[in-house]
């Protein structure tokens, strides 16, 4: 029960960066209503879902949520200055989706989505997930 408690933990702190409180009320009771439906669904067909499978697809979120919080730690970092290197802006997608909009926000939240990335952020992110990507083929062939 408490590994399951730490796993809320760590996919609601994402959410307290959104400042909207409707989107926060709306994504809180979306998530109760996903897993409450979750829930019932490894309940009722427990026997017959590949397990394999379903936890190959919440690591594979938890990567992309760890990949995300990567990103925005480090662009913490630059803004306070404590990171003064690969401070460049590789994109400005602010015009197609703004951080700032309730989507990107959410998106932000999620997967470390900004709509003007810095060399570091991108090359974090890339990194994270071959690394990643590599170590899970390792460790599946032993």
Same mark, same amino acid.
């Given at each position: @029960?408490?590994?399951? *408690?730490?796993? @809320?933990?760590?996919?609601?702190?994402?959410? !307290?960066?959104?400042? &909207?409180?409707?989107? &926060?009320?709306?994504?809180? $009771?979306?998530?109760?209503?996903?897993?409450? $439906? !979750?829930? #019932?669904?490894?309940?009722?067909?427990? /026997? /017959?879902? &590949?397990?394999?499978?379903?936890? &190959?697809?919440?690591?594979? %979120?938890?990567?992309?949520? =760890?990949?995300?919080?990567?990103?925005?730690?480090?662009?913490?970092?630059?803004?306070?200055?404590?990171?003064?290197?690969?401070?460049?802006?590789?994109?400005?997608?602010?015009?197609? %989706?703004?951080?700032?909009? =309730?989507? *990107?926000?959410?998106?932000? =939240?999620?997967? *470390?989505?900004?709509?003007?990335?810095?060399?570091?952020?991108?090359?974090?992110? $890339?990194? #994270? %997930?071959?690394?990643?990507?590599?170590?899970?083929?390792?460790? /599946?062939?032993?």
């Amino acid at each position: @029960m408490f590994l399951e *408690g730490l796993e @809320m933990v760590v996919f609601m702190i994402p959410l !307290t960066s959104i400042t &909207n409180p409707v989107l &926060n009320i709306v994504l809180g $009771v979306l998530g109760i209503i996903l897993g409450s $439906v !979750t829930g #019932y669904l490894i309940y009722v067909l427990g /026997k /017959k879902i &590949n397990v394999e499978c379903f936890f &190959n697809l919440s690591t594979f %979120l938890l990567v992309i949520f =760890a990949a995300g919080f990567l990103v925005s730690g480090i662009g913490e970092f630059q803004q306070l200055g404590w990171l003064p290197f690969g401070n460049e802006t590789l994109w400005d997608t602010s015009s197609i %989706l703004s951080s700032e909009s =309730a989507v *990107g926000n959410l998106l932000h =939240a999620l997967v *470390g989505y900004t709509d003007k990335p810095t060399s570091l952020q991108v090359i974090s992110y $890339v990194v #994270y %997930l071959a690394l990643i990507g590599i170590s899970s083929v390792v460790r /599946k062939r032993t």
